[in-house]
């Protein structure tokens, strides 16, 4: 993984030591709130309902055991013990106090962490598939063009004060696992037909109250030119995106009023400018981030099949386990193992701090030093062996982290909503444990097959209802609690924004509604191996409607 | 008050004013007038020396034709988180190569002026009391490490091609 050198720690805590100062001059009142705000919000902290929240950058959420340790840390001494990995793959806090921020960012500075433009209108910390340098179907890693991104995306000075969040994503692989169509920008990358790495480049995706599915406006551009490319774009942004009205301001909203074609030939204008500038990328250092990221020896460790097949044979659970959250590494000999923080009844996402210590130990014995959180708010070991998953599910389960659900429908995504968000207008946690707790059976679970659940609390979509395959959206309707439920949405290379089915349900009745979906489409399937999504494609709303508001009633 | 501040310190005697419909230059100042006014101005006259101000909706690449004719363009932050001024200024700048004084206008705060300087602005209408207590005690909060290049030239950080020191 990336490793800071000498000009990295001296930004960084530069960085800190600014914060500082702004911090100070809050607390004296010299800062009034509304020019502090920006300020804050690019160094993570918000203001919630409760308390102020601290949003730490893990960059295409990749962690080793050491951060991972600092994260845990954290947790305990500046919070209550808890942390929460959050889709964007970072790890959000929910009760530091202000006056402790800056100590909390110069801890992080000490293993080469940071909170910067976790929020603000600035572009945020860029993600990418949780199985990069890993997955078989991968044709490169994107990590390197992440962090090159990051690195050029830190305090630009023209792109801070944007007419909203701006953030991108990145995918090595046909299969999108990194959302990359419902982000600001989505960069897919792939080989031309004479085996030059470049990105097919996707622009104004995005969720929230407007969802849209990015529109590709390149459909290769070489490595060398991604941050001209990318400045090209964020200069046209940053001119005529709407600033009259923060609900229409995200890039999405521009690219429609004026048109992909006519937004792609802007860009291309400016491109042209930029093309062959300083910000053209050498070969010589996009080697050099890459060595960064260059994958540990995997040894041949063959032994761990025929162990794994007798391992399985006499812990069913076990087998379960391994089924659900083991998935197969370019190395045969090999697995990557996904952690689920989907406990049955319990938060998605959160992770106490002797959790996160536990991970720690286990990758650092066992999966190479390397963690990952997964926009799906679980954590991933990219490089288990065969041979040593049973001692990794052993500690796995002395810890509670065990949850063979991934990919579930209990494998939910859920927004921390109104139990601490100042946005939300409903609850998405008691939602999602309620689920959790409806379906928790593993032989329901496992007789459903994939589908994915998301929660939002309110329109923002951060729990990404509009690509769940059943989304949930908490609205408030004269002062209570309302669902409103989407169905077949998707967030992979075949993104779809979820249809409405219908009024939406009260709190208590919510689950028992998502239950008759289930049930609708266990009996519709045309077999086992058809899943929710591939279903409902296929049969339309109609069956879902019918048995959820009945057939003569019309749904409003 | 308003004061004009410059890397090298405060300017004592600044000859500018934004002319508005009640503020005119007097006989000893210069005027810096909006953009079409300008247009106009070159269409109509052989002046040199002028002052214009690009307001953030403007097409700054409208001066293009006309550098020669032109002193000074402000360029305005009418809030100081409407950003496009960094982008105006930045085209200015490395795009149509004015060499002239770059001056921010507006809301310019303490914290905003180093992203300023990097895009290539040269000199800031300060009124906000923070911001003039910190420039008169030389109190800067920039970072002097950067991860790409800008407007301003800035000096390679001998390392990887983006990044840069001041």
């Known amino acids: 993984m990336y490793r800071y050198d000498e000009f990295d720690h001296a930004f960084v805590s530069s960085r800190v030591e600014q914060f500082r100062d702004q911090v100070e001059r809050r607390l004296s009142g010299e800062l009034a709130e509304d020019a502090f705000k920006p300020l804050r919000l690019m160094n993570g902290v918000y203001l919630q309902l409760h308390a102020y929240m601290l949003r730490v950058a893990i960059p295409y959420g990749t962690l080793s055991s050491r951060q991972m340790r600092m994260l845990a840390h954290i947790a305990r001494k500046y919070d209550r013990g808890y942390g929460h990995f959050t889709t964007r793959q970072n790890i959000q ?186 910000l053209k990328l050498p070969e010589t250092d996009i080697q050099a981030i890459s060595t960064y990221f260059a994958p540990p020896a995997l040894e041949n460790r063959a032994e761990g099949w025929e162990s794994l097949a007798r391992w399985k044979k006499t812990d069913p659970e076990f087998a379960r386990w391994v089924q659900q959250n083991v998935q197969p590494h370019k190395h045969p000999d090999y697995g990557m193992v996904t952690i689920s923080l989907k406990p049955i009844g319990g938060i998605p996402g959160d992770a106490s701090d002797a959790q996160m210590d536990a991970v720690a130990d286990i990758a650092e014995e066992y999966a190479f030093d390397e963690i990952r959180v997964s926009h799906e708010q679980n954590l991933i070991l990219p490089h288990v062996a065969l041979a040593d998953l049973e001692p990794v599910y052993r500690a796995l389960v002395a810890s509670g982290l065990a949850t063979a659900n991934a990919g579930l429908i209990t494998d939910i995504i859920a927004c921390p909503g109104l139990d601490y968000c100042a946005l939300a207008n409903a609850r998405s946690i008691p939602v999602a444990q309620e689920i959790s707790t409806r379906f928790g059976s593993p032989e329901r679970q496992a007789e459903i097959g994939e589908l994915k659940i998301k929660i939002s609390g309110c329109i923002n979509a951060c729990g990404h209802h509009h690509v769940g395959h059943i989304g949930l959206l908490g609205v408030e309707k004269k002062g209570a609690e309302l669902y409103q439920i989407t169905l077949g949405g998707s967030g992979d290379e075949n993104t779809s924004i979820g249809e409405i089915i219908g009024r939406g349900f009260e709190p208590e009745k919510v689950t028992d509604a998502v239950e008759t979906i289930v049930d609708t489409y266990l009996g519709l399937r045309r077999d086992g191996q058809e899943t929710f999504l591939e279903a409902y494609r296929r049969v339309g709303p109609q069956p879902f409607k019918d048995a959820l508001y009945g057939s003569a009633q019309e749904a409003a | ?161 983006w990044r840069r020191v001041s």
């Open chain 1, 93 to 278: 806090y929910n009760w530091p106090r202000l006056s402790d921020t800056p100590d909390i960012l110069q801890e992080l500075a000490s293993v080469e962490m940071h909170a910067l433009q976790t929020s603000g209108n600035c572009i945020r910390n860029v993600t990418a598939d949780h199985f990069a340098g890993a997955a078989a179907d991968e044709v490169a890693d994107p990590r390197p063009y992440a962090e090159i991104l990051r690195q050029w995306s830190s305090v630009h000075p023209e792109f801070s004060f944007l007419p909203r969040k701006f953030k991108i994503a990145v995918t090595g692989a046909e299969r999108d696992r990194a959302a990359i169509q419902v982000h600001d920008i989505g960069l897919h990358l792939k080989k031309d037909e004479n085996g030059r790495i470049g990105f097919a480049v996707y622009v104004g995706g995005g969720q929230g109250r407007t969802p849209m599915i990015a529109k590709k406006i390149r459909d290769f551009l070489p490595e060398e030119d991604l941050l001209s490319y990318t400045t090209a774009i964020m200069r046209v942004y940053n001119l005529h995106g709407r600033r009259d009205n923060k609900y229409k301001a995200r890039i999405k909203i521009l690219v429609h009023e004026t048109g992909a074609e006519e937004l792609s030939r802007q860009v291309e204008v400016e491109f042209a400018a930029l093309k062959d500038t300083e």
């Open chain 2, 1 to 161: 008050m308003t004061k004009i501040w410059k890397e090298t310190g405060f300017v004592g005697d600044d000859p500018w004013v934004i002319e508005t419909e009640e503020t005119k230059a007097g006989s000893n100042e210069k005027a810096i007038v909006g953009l079409d006014a300008f247009l106009k101005k070159v269409a109509d006259s052989d002046e040199t020396g002028l002052g214009v101000v690009i307001a953030p909706a403007d097409d700054v690449t409208k001066l293009a034709p006309h550098l020669d004719r032109l002193a000074l363009v402000a360029v305005a932050f009418p809030a100081f988180n409407d950003g496009r001024a960094f982008s105006h200024a930045s085209l200015l700048r490395a795009r149509l190569g004015f060499t002239g004084e770059v001056r921010a206008v507006g809301d310019v705060l303490i914290d905003q002026i180093p992203l300023m300087l990097r895009c290539g602005v040269e000199s800031f209408a300060v009124s906000n009391a923070t911001a003039l207590k910190r420039l008169s005690e030389g109190r800067l909060p920039g970072i002097a490490v950067h991860y790409q290049p800008t407007a301003k030239p800035s000096t390679d950080a001998k390392s990887y091609s």
